[in-house]
T-cell receptor, first 115, second 109 residues
């Protein structure tokens, strides 16, 4: 089966611009998660979708970040306007049902650099 | 609040054994995961512990003590390809994982 796919793999944008990251989870996985890793720090939880609904968005840093999952398939994470501190690697992960002994399957991440 | 602590970096020699520790304080506990992440790649699942004790899987073993809020990942017969970051993550009250900052392991010849 295809894994979790993220696009783009890299993005360099200027402060104030808008960027949209996309995640395609494994087909049939209802749970989709977004995480972010800032250089040298831990992978931090952003939010969790169950199908098209936001189950938990407590990790979203501020209202410049907007995540959607229309139709419960792929998800987008938009940053508008981007700031320097938004730079990092954004990971998406998916799981079939509630978190279980095999954890999630992660995508390879999108490296975002805001200059 | 939640704290998941692990050493930042470790170095070991090819063929040796290394133990990577993780301590945690979280809201609720439903299990602890270890992931391996090579630079520029996705984290990949290594192990899951929910009961106290040692889980062995080939060259890798993971141990959990819930009363102490402590886990370790043990890597035996180290190989150069084991050079990677090792991430400790806890499944707490929410249906998601919270991660430590990761331990960067360097294996030297």
């Amino acid at each position: 089966e295809a894994g979790v796919t993220q696009f783009p793999s890299h993005s360099v944008i200027e402060k104030g611009q808008t960027v949209t990251l996309r995640c395609d989870p494994i087909s049939g996985h209802d749970n989709l998660y977004w995480y972010r890793r800032v250089m040298g720090k831990e992978i931090k939880f952003l939010l969790h979708f169950v199908k098209e609904s936001k189950q938990d968005e407590s990790g979203m840093p501020n209202n410049r970040f907007l995540a959607e999952r229309t139709g419960g398939t792929y998800s987008t994470l938009k940053v508008q306007p981007a700031e320097l501190e938004d730079s990092g690697v954004y990971f998406c992960a998916s799981s079939q049902s509630v978190l279980g002994p095999y954890g999630y399957t992660f995508g390879s991440g999108t490296r975002l650099t805001v200059v | 609040g939640q704290n998941i602590d692990q050493p930042t970096e470790m170095t070991a020699t090819e063929g040796a054994i290394v133990q990577i520790n993780c301590t945690y304080q979280t809201s609720g506990f439903n299990g602890l995961f270890w992931y391996q992440q090579h630079a520029g790649e996705a984290p990949t699942f290594l192990s899951y512990n929910v009961l106290d004790g040692l889980e062995e899987k080939g060259r890798f073993s993971s141990f959990l003590s819930r009363s102490k809020g402590y886990s370790y990942l043990l890597l035996k017969e180290l190989q150069m390809k084991d050079s990677a970051s090792y991430l400790c993550a806890v499944w707490g009250n929410n249906n998601d994982m919270r991660f430590g900052a990761g331990t960067r392991l360097t294996v030297k010849p």
